[in-house]
């Protein structure tokens, strides 16, 4: 069964631009969350998306924002970049996304802000 | 806020048995018990998981205590792959408790 994909892997911008990121979760997941790693902060929830809907969300501005379509695929978009904004963004795949489910997670990708 | 305490690093010999501790003296009884690894900025990698049994899977034991206030991972043979960055996260049943809240964990150095 393939794992959680992330694309792109690697991505730079300059500040003021917008950044969408996508996650493809395994096959039959149904709950995505995703996920910001940066050294100071370590890794921090962003959000939850289970059947199109947002489930839970972070402490994050309103830049940060994310959907999901019906085939479970999501994407998170954040706009007016920041150079604190340059982190890895992770994504992870749950059946239910219930405590008692693993969340795997993806790849990552790497955004970095000039 | 990350409701476990663990030490902020170990060693231990290729070959040997790795028991990483882990204290979540706050846990409440639907709370379970997760430890995911990261190597170098890869994805976290799940591990095992556990509510109040001692569970095991072909990575790892997890040994829960009987007031399940703390915890042990063992890797029971570590290789110099096994070396990586270690958390123990508690996880709420409901709401935003059920999302995995990292906190600094446990940098596992395994040496020749």
């Known amino acids: 069964k393939a794992g959680v994909t992330q694309t792109p892997r690697y991505l730079i911008k300059t500040r003021g631009q917008q950044v969408t990121l996508s996650c493809s979760p395994i096959s039959g997941h149904r709950s995505v969350s995703w996920y910001q790693q940066t050294p100071g902060q370590g890794l921090q929830f962003l959000f939850e998306?289970?059947?199109?809907?947002?489930?839970n969300k972070g402490n994050f501005p309103g830049r940060f924002s994310g959907r999901q379509f019906s085939n479970s695929r999501s994407e998170m978009n954040v706009s007016t970049l920041e150079l604190g904004d340059s982190a890895l963004y992770l994504c992870?795949?749950?059946?239910?996304?219930?405590?008692?489910?693993?969340?795997?997670f993806g790849p990552g990708t790497r955004l970095t802000v000039l | 806020d990350a409701k476990t305490t663990q030490p902020p690093s170990m060693d231990c010999a290729e070959g040997r048995a790795a028991n990483l501790p882990c204290n979540h003296s706050t846990i409440s009884g639907n709370e379970y018990v997760y430890w995911y690894r990261q190597i170098h900025s890869q994805g976290p990698q799940y591990i095992i998981h556990g509510l109040k049994n001692n569970e095991t899977n072909e990575m790892a034991s997890l040994i829960i205590t009987e007031d399940r206030k703390s915890s042990t991972l063992i890797l029971p043979h570590a290789t110099l792959r096994d070396t990586a960055v270690y958390y123990c996260?508690?996880?709420?049943?409901?709401?935003?408790?059920?999302?995995?809240?990292f906190g600094s964990g446990t940098q596992l150095t395994v040496l020749p």
């Open positions: 992870a795949s749950s059946l239910t996304g219930e405590a008692y489910n693993e969340q795997f």
């Open positions: 998306y289970f059947s199109e809907t947002q489930r």
């Open positions: 996260i508690v996880r709420g049943a409901s709401g935003s408790a059920r999302q995995l809240t």
